[in-house]
């Protein structure tokens, strides 16, 4: 009994003894170690020993245990090859991490910058490396640990740089003068796995500093040497935007005339940093000096745009008649010079601008409009005011003169059809005389017509359009025109300036065509329609390339409808009610999706009635088809239907472009004919060439015996075709304006 208990001591203090020696050990096993066998592991995915890849990388591995179950695995991370990495980092259990599953993805440090690359669009960044060693090993069911597997690559991944958006800088990677309080703003860019596929960086820093000739070379030869003048790092979606701007100039005194340049730089989630620093990019070199004030834009519907800098701008002036609603909105850009807007205001006929009472409204960022006004007469002026953050202001003024509106008179015929007489033989342009005599023969069809007054000609007035007032003596306007080469006064009406080519130096004017037309009167218009003439000449000079939409690509045909679309403020397209213009012989556009345009195909042989439309269908006395004139159409003459058909067209929303590009057309688009080619196979073969445009037909002019009616537009001179079939297209529009003598 004695011995017995003895022996369950001994045994028992012996456990005790050898839990004390082992407990804190995690590889040991308690009891006979030649009784259980090591654990294996292997890689079974990861990237190939010594390659390249990507900063996150995604490994899987397989353990086996022959004597039991593998219970987990461990695994390290360390820094360089396992010729070149520090043993340390895998020495002692704290070096490992343990996890149970067989595959993750881990992240990995790219820091060492490598060479410049270009990403995006002309975006410069860099190429940053690390050689790293991964090591797995399996732990069994009884605390053993298997002989480690490892693999060595490289991380790599592209640096994240910041782009310095505000303030703008018109001239990129030049000097611009910014005032002694300015906000930069920037936008951080991390590319992924390659140039295109990005993401928002880590966080980023900043600092100011003096400017110098060799900063910017000195920052990217040894950035080390710029540590100390960092910023810490903020975390890129911190409060308040403080990972995305800042304020220079509040805690910092800037010197009037001194040169600063200022910089900034983004880290990506593997540690890598920008380590490009370019002028046009992330650095932003810049002079101080006090700025004349925001740039204010102001556009009042029918009037057109206009912008103003500072206080000493020009007074635009303009006479409207009478009951004219003035619809007036503004907007102001201080962003240049890092400034923000902090209010507006308007008046009308102000005295002393620096007494509050005699403004209409008080200073408040939120009054971007005035209330619509009209007056009867008088001379009024209307001003406004915008005013930014450090107290800076810009001043616009508007005189308006009102002239009493009468519209008693039935016809004007504005003649800006330019030619000469000589003696005719081609028929391929009318004389002076010959296009007078047409002219006149048609506008006498309309009930008191005038020859002697009720005909401007532009010619006698150096090629400018009729006065504003000469227009609103009559309820109906005919206008011909020519096209030579941007002198007609067509050409200036019609011209549209896109929203985003608007500065102080250009602006957009008052088209009183496009006014009249909305107020009620009618316009006929026509004339030679190829080149640069009709309605193409809505587009500068420069860039008058067919097809083109008007809705999209006003500023240009790359621009596309991600782009300036204010031409649907442009009178071909909001009056006219037209969204593409072609041409019979056009400046072709390049473009992969352009069929095959070819003159002897494309030219016109007639014009046929458009059975489809309501408002065409409804005169019967349209005649059905339009053909040349017997003296154009002989033979040997330059418009010779076997030799080629007639190229004085334009074409309105071509049928295979509005395909090509999805749109369709506007509802007060009315066609009234459609041109027959020479060849069926013509790309433009059917496409509408006269059109009733309805936009404001129901609008009844505020003058005796006015109507409501549609207007009318032909893309050709009508000179060149049969005259008793011209007579009775004259009748039927003479008659929807309710002027017809028949």
Not at 156 to 161: D, H
Not at 189 to 217: C, G, M
Not at 518 to 543: F, M, Q, Y
Request: glycine share 8%.
């Amino acid at each position: 009994m004695r011995m017995r208990g003895y022996l369950a001591v001994a045994a028992l203090g012996c456990a005790l003894a050898l839990a004390c020696l082992f407990g804190c050990d995690e590889s040991v096993y308690i009891g006979d170690p030649a009784l259980n066998q090591s654990p294996t592991v292997r890689l079974t995915g990861g990237p190939p020993e010594g390659d390249t890849t990507s900063y996150k990388i995604k490994f899987s591995w397989m353990g086996n245990d022959p004597d039991g179950a593998v219970a987990g695995y461990e695994y390290a991370m360390c820094d360089g090859s396992p010729g070149g990495f520090d043993p340390a980092d895998t020495t002692g259990l704290d070096a490992w991490t343990k996890i149970y599953c067989t595959d993750s993805t881990f992240a990995f440090s790219a820091y060492e910058s490598g060479e410049e690359v270009i990403v995006g669009v002309n975006k410069k960044s860099s190429y940053c490396r690390k050689v790293h060693t991964f090591f797995i090993r399996a732990v069994d069911d009884k605390g053993m640990r298997s002989k480690a597997a490892y693999r060595s690559f490289t991380a790599a991944t592209l640096a994240p740089f910041a782009v310095i958006e505000s303030p703008r800088n018109p001239f990129i990677g030049r000097e611009q003068q910014l005032p002694s309080l300015v906000r930069f703003a920037w936008a951080g860019y991390d590319p992924i796995d390659d140039p295109w596929n990005v993401q928002e960086p880590e966080s980023i820093r900043y600092f100011l500093a003096p400017h110098s000739l060799s900063i910017i070379e000195n920052l990217n030869k040894r950035p080390e040497d710029f540590e100390s003048r960092w910023c810490p790092w903020i975390p890129y979606h911190a409060p308040e935007d403080s990972g995305t701007s800042t304020v220079i100039g509040d805690d910092e005194l800037l010197a009037k005339g001194f040169g600063y340049v200022f910089v900034v730089q983004a880290k990506d989630e593997a540690g890598a940093v920008t380590a490009v620093f370019d002028a046009s990019q992330n650095v932003r070199v810049f002079r101080v000096f006090n700025p004349p004030g925001p740039l204010l834009s102001v556009r009042e519907r029918n009037l057109g745009t206009y912008t103003f800098l500072g206080g000493n701008n020009r007074i635009q002036t303009f006479r409207v008649p009478g009951g004219f609603t003035l619809d007036f909105s503004w907007t102001a850009d201080a962003t240049s010079y890092g400034a923000v807007i902090s209010s507006y205001r308007y008046g009308w006929d102000i005295a002393d601008l620096s007494d509050p009472s005699e403004w209409d409204v008080l200073p408040s960022p939120l009054v971007k409009s005035a209330q619509l006004i009209s007056f009867r007469t008088g001379v009024h002026t209307l001003f406004i005011e915008a005013t930014d953050n450090m107290g800076t202001t810009t001043l616009a003024q508007f005189e308006m003169t009102i002239f009493p509106m009468k519209m008693e008179k039935n016809l004007l015929w504005v003649d800006d059809f330019y030619s000469t007489d000589f003696t005719q033989v081609l028929y391929a342009f009318p004389t002076e005389t010959e296009h007078k005599e047409f002219w006149l023969k048609i506008c006498g069809r309309a009930r008191d017509f005038d020859p002697g007054s009720d005909v401007y000609v532009t010619a006698s007035n150096s090629f400018r359009e009729p006065d504003i007032e000469i227009l609103w003596k009559y309820k109906n306007i005919i206008w011909t025109y020519s096209a030579s080469d941007d002198v007609m006064a067509w050409d200036d009406m019609v011209r549209f300036t896109p929203e985003s080519m608007i500065n102080p130096a250009r602006s957009a004017k008052f088209n009183y065509l496009a006014y009249y037309a909305s107020a009620g009167g009618h316009i006929w218009t026509e004339g030679k329609s190829d080149s640069r003439g009709g309605l193409g000449a809505v587009l500068s000079i420069t860039n008058q390339s067919f097809p083109r939409n008007l809705r999209c690509e006003i500023a240009g045909q790359s621009t596309g409808c991600a782009g300036d679309t204010s031409g649907v403020n442009s009178i071909a397209y909001r009056t006219f009610c037209v969204t593409v213009v072609d041409k019979v012989r056009p400046a072709p556009r390049i473009d992969p999706r352009m069929p095959t345009r070819r003159i002897d195909y494309d030219a016109m042989a007639y014009a046929f009635k458009d059975t489809r439309e309501r408002i065409t269908t409804a005169h019967l006395d349209l005649p059905d088809r339009l053909t040349l004139w017997s003296q154009v159409a002989k033979e040997g003459r330059f418009f010779d239907p076997q030799v080629q058909g007639f190229t004085y067209v334009e074409l309105y929303n071509p049928t295979y472009w509005m395909r090509t590009i999805g749109e369709s057309k506007q509802e007060c688009f009315s066609p009234m004919y459609r041109m027959r080619a020479r060849y069926a196979l013509s790309a433009v073969n059917g496409d509408v060439v006269a059109f009733w445009t309805t936009k404001y037909q129901g609008v009844v002019a505020d003058a005796p015996g006015a109507v409501d009616a549609p207007s009318v537009h032909f893309g050709f001179p009508l000179w060149f075709f049969n005259r008793a079939q011209v007579d009775s297209i004259a009748d039927v529009i003479f008659d929807e304006w309710g002027i017809s003598k028949y």
